[in-house]
């Protein structure tokens, strides 16, 4: 019987709860990804990263594999079930009154959006534990007894917190993961059905993103792209999932969502900003002198702006930006049409999502002896009074004398408030269309109590706008 006192040796453990006699290995931590993605499409789940921890290997506890060969914990990744417990919630409900304010100065009122269920989170207990290790080869021990490991782990710590003896030691890199039995998912449905609740792949959109950028357009033929993608690309060899699986098979409104994100993304690209600074002068050095061109490019605010007050008036724009972009265009004819013609009255048209880039685009036109003419234009980054604002002002200083008297525009607040601070004896008219929008919009709401007959309140307020004798309902 042996009866040797070991040396005393205070060691830290990690507290990681995991059955080590079903822990699969992996030489690398790559092929340990590999593994939960492969466990994710087999078993159609999805985990997410939660938790990160590195030790310090010095003061680690010291385990021992199957065949007895010690090794310490370098970095564990937990990831969880994406059911489970919500980590923000807190900061989602605080986030949650903000939402609207953003939206004040856009011309079309917020969609409400029909949410049968509030959160995908159901408290799921399902977890996936990765751990990197080094082994050490050379102190694998041959008993099983426990004097046995404490020896060899004594030894171990005092190589390691020598640097010569840790630089000599045989070390091997290997990782280690614990996966969840499918009896560990609780408050969600598993197998075939939970293909619908996956999130969409990150490779599907990178691909989405690859063929915004080659120009594609068209959501029916980015879906074709992306079956043809993961059929002879992502599956080429392989068991290709089951097309009820939205990680690689996502919905049209998917698709539609990710296309929109893609093509965002594009509209204040730098290259792109290059070159319509080379094309503007390009344009001032070969055209006529008394032209007038202005742009000004986007620069990007590195200043965090998470805790912002979105409620505020004077918050920044949606795209948070040191310099906001703006270009303002007008030609010499077209600012002796707007001298001319541009007195009395003069519209500010709007267009949205008509172009490559999803960018406001803004008419000033008159009504001249043969028809209507574009005397300016310009484009903002946003559609704020603040920014059409500074562009109304351009123009202003490039057409002295010019003063409206009124001003046609559409039902948006930026454009009826900027217009107003830029000319302030000039009145503001809205266009009949819009005029009528306004109206519908109004009368289907439930809270105004009209919905029942919404048909007969907009025909009298039609009747009584386009009444000929217009001064028994003025005062």
Request: net charge positive; aromatic share 10%; hydrophobic share 35%.
């Amino acid at each position: 019987m042996l009866t040797e006192t070991l040396p005393t040796e205070k060691v830290y453990k990690q507290t990681n709860n995991v059955d080590e006699t079903n822990l699969k290995w992996f030489s690398t931590f790559k092929q340990a990804e590999r593994a939960v993605e492969e466990f994710e499409i087999t078993t159609l789940t999805k985990f997410n990263v939660y938790q990160k921890k590195s030790y310090d290997i010095s003061k680690s506890g010291i385990r021992w594999d199957k065949d007895l060969i010690p090794y310490v914990i370098v970095k564990s990744v937990w990831l969880e079930c994406q059911h489970a417990k919500d980590q923000n919630k807190k900061k989602n409900e605080k986030r949650k009154p903000c939402i609207p304010k953003q939206l004040l100065d856009h011309p079309n009122p917020a969609k409400k959006q029909m949410c049968i269920q509030g959160s995908k989170k159901c408290n799921c207990k399902a977890k996936i534990l990765m751990q990197e290790t080094l082994r050490f080869p050379q102190f694998q021990v041959t008993a099983r007894s426990r004097y046995a490991r404490n020896k060899s782990a004594v030894l171990i710590h005092k190589a390691l917190k020598d640097e010569a003896s840790r630089e000599s030691m045989l070390k091997e890199c290997a990782c280690s993961i614990s996966f969840p039995s499918s009896g560990d998912h609780s408050g969600h449905v598993i197998g075939e059905a939970a293909g619908f609740l996956q999130m969409v792949d990150k490779r599907i959109i990178a691909k989405i993103d690859e063929m915004v950028k080659e120009g594609i357009c068209n959501i029916g033929e980015i879906m074709r792209g992306l079956k043809l993608f993961v059929m002879h690309e992502l599956f080429k060899n392989d068991n290709i999932p089951s097309n009820t699986n939205r990680r690689f098979f996502p919905t049209r409104k998917d698709v539609e969502s990710h296309f929109y994100r893609a093509f965002s993304k594009r509209k204040l690209a730098k290259m792109d900003q290059t070159n319509v600074q080379c094309l503007v002068d390009e344009w001032v050095k070969s055209g006529d002198p008394e032209d007038n061109i202005f742009f000004r490019p986007y620069i990007p605010n590195v200043v965090n702006t998470t805790n912002l007050d979105l409620t505020d008036e004077k918050t920044p724009p949606v795209i948070a930006s040191e310099q906001t972009m703006l270009f303002v265009h007008q030609l010499h004819w077209q600012r002796k049409l707007l001298l001319r013609y541009g007195q009395d009255i003069c519209l500010l048209d709007a267009t949205y999502k008509t172009s490559k880039y999803a960018l406001p685009l803004f008419f000033v036109c008159v009504k001249t002896n043969m028809n209507y003419q574009v005397v300016a234009s310009f484009i903002t980054q946003n559609e704020r009074q603040i920014d059409i604002e500074e562009a109304l002002s351009i123009l202003k200083k490039w057409t002295p004398g010019w003063k409206p008297t009124f001003f046609m525009t559409d039902k948006c607040d930026a454009e009826i408030h900027a217009i107003e601070t830029v000319f302030s004896d000039c009145h503001v008219l809205i266009c009949d269309f819009h005029r009528e929008q306004a109206w519908e919009r109004w009368v289907k709401k439930s809270e105004n109590g009209v919905r029942d007959s919404k048909d007969e309140v907009v025909l009298r307020h039609s009747n009584t706008a386009n009444h000929p004798e217009i001064q028994r309902f003025v005062g």
